[in-house]
């Protein structure tokens, strides 16, 4: 398997995920039972980032408020916080990471509900929680994470649709994998567009809502696989001081989703263009986004925002696979990083 | 006052800071009472970078956990989460930031306790707060903060003592003004070694535990004044992924103070001078970490580890000021950005 096959394994592994609807709605009985008052997530990352989407997507549709841990305070300092009232969390494709295990093992002597989202049901990870969230990926080969990404997305967009209970969350999520498939198609397209940045060194990825975790993700694919000095940013934070970066040609690459924080995307997106010159990478299902681009990615209309994660960052992931052939780099193989990092 | 003047002005702006003990002690007292079970906190730009110092200070010294606040949740999609047992902290140079008003707006709405740190008392800020702390700092003219970072930081610090009513971290604190008073005395040595990064484009710039605040803080000074994409990272995060862009000569400045987390930094510093071939720039008390670097810039010895976030800033303050004259930059207006940013 390549990079580029486990790209376009998706759908079919979204799909399977959501035979496990039952399984989820389990756990979250356990959840509700359990009365959180906050959710205390531990990750490293593209996991990371899956926690930056369900920051987003369980304050807003569960009102749950989220820490995100610093592993370092339960293994360095051995100043573990009091976790009364969390419900901690632990994401991880391999279930491996010594660090993200620590916070597990410490929110169960604390005697906190624990539950691990990971591609590795039998992982130290989910030996240490109470409930595990199996994202059911399949094996992932290549080094840069696309699938199991995708996958704990839907996991965690399928245990705020079980914490709510809300049936309509379901049928959106039942149309999801066919919004990637659609995506998919535009696979020949970004080949062609990536070209035109064969010689890009830097850039900044603008998002800014649920859609902040897909600018951290298509930053980390670019700087991985690219090795190009790719900078994240929510479009508020980046008016507080980073846009300075920003004169003549400096490429910004975005992610202009249409729903509540799509106007104040394109306001950012129209002053990059007309006042700093900026050049222009949008995907976005929006003709007022894409028209502003020199180099426009549409995305599938009709979508819910919510759910839009899932589907931007797939484009994401073929402009940075296509990018990294373009640039004469090896996809599988990226220099100086392995599968499973051992971070303490 | 220039951008170069204010940072010389840190010494007596801590001192004047710490007659406020009693102020302090009276806001502990009140958040004690209140039995929060953790801090939820809204801030932006540099006051977001004192609220990640915040992470692992309350965090380490007083158990308390943090939530970083998502402001969009409030303003765009007006879904605010349930914030029961929460400390709502809003942290704000000039008060006036309306996403952060409106998270303090919503914590008292939900009848929690709200505490601004801030360094106007008569901002919107502070008047939506029942608790105000009054960092201080004086009038800040240049556009790029510094005053006001390291008054926030030591707010925060006196809070995290007078929470703990530990009287050998007031002693600490006693100190600090002296150790910022000594480092300053490389201002001159610090704008000979920025010559050597005229053209430097691109960097990195890692911390972690503390000094992860350090990190975030040093890369946005760098962005604003000299347009560089410097990017901030935990040594941890870095290792997931971002390493594969450094290859030889690409810079990488590392805040590497005495303390928990030394060893880790000193074997990624080694790992990037040995193996990446990487050029670094590092501010450190330790011999060892210094001797990696083409450019060691030291620190006073015998400091206290949460401590060495107030002291290891000034330096990369200088070297940030230095290095936009060196490249013919303007220090007090840099371009595309105003003292204070209206993000809703």
Known sequence: ???????????????SLLEQRSQVEKIAG??????????????????????RYANYLWGAQN??????????????????????????????????????VSVLEE?????????????APDSPLAQAADLVLD????????????????AELMALAMLSAALKGDE?????????PGWVEEVLKQDEAIARLSQRYRYMLQCVVLG??????????????????????????????F???????????????????????????????????????????????????????QSPIPLPTGMPEWLTPLVSIVPAQLFACHLTRVKGYDTETPRSITKVTGTH
């Open 107 to 119: 929110g169960r002597r604390q005697e906190c509900l624990t539950l691990a989202v990971t591609n």
């Open 208 to 237: 800014r809502g649920y859609n902040y975790a897909t600018a951290f993700e298509w930053a980390l694919k670019l700087k991985e696989l690219t090795y190009i000095s790719a900078e994240p940013y929510s479009s508020a934070d």
């Open 239 to 293: 008016q507080h001081g980073p846009i300075a970066m920003v004169a003549g040609g400096f490429p910004v690459l975005a992610v202009a989703a249409s729903g509540q924080v799509f106007d104040s995307m394109l306001e950012m997106l129209t002053r990059l263009r007309r006042t700093h010159l900026a050049e222009l990478v949008v995907i976005s299902d929006k003709t007022k986004a894409l028209a502003l681009a």
């Open 1 to 15: 398997m390549t990079l580029h096959e486990e790209i376009f394994e998706q759908p079919s592994r979204l799909r």
């Open 30 to 51: 356990t959840i509700r039972r359990h009365r959180v008052r906050y959710v205390f997530l531990a990750a490293r990352g593209t996991s990371d980032n899956a926690g």
């Open 168 to 176: 309509a969350m379901w049928t959106d999520l039942q149309r999801l």
């Open 63 to 100: 009102g749950l408020p989220m820490a995100l841990a610093t592993p370092s305070l339960f293994t360095y300092y051995h100043q573990p916080p009091h976790l009364t009232g969390a419900l901690v969390v632990g994401v991880s494709q391999s279930g491996k990471s010594p660090d993200i």
């Open 135 to 150: 994202v059911r990926a399949g094996a992932e080969k290549a080094v840069a994470a696309t699938k199991t990404y995708t």
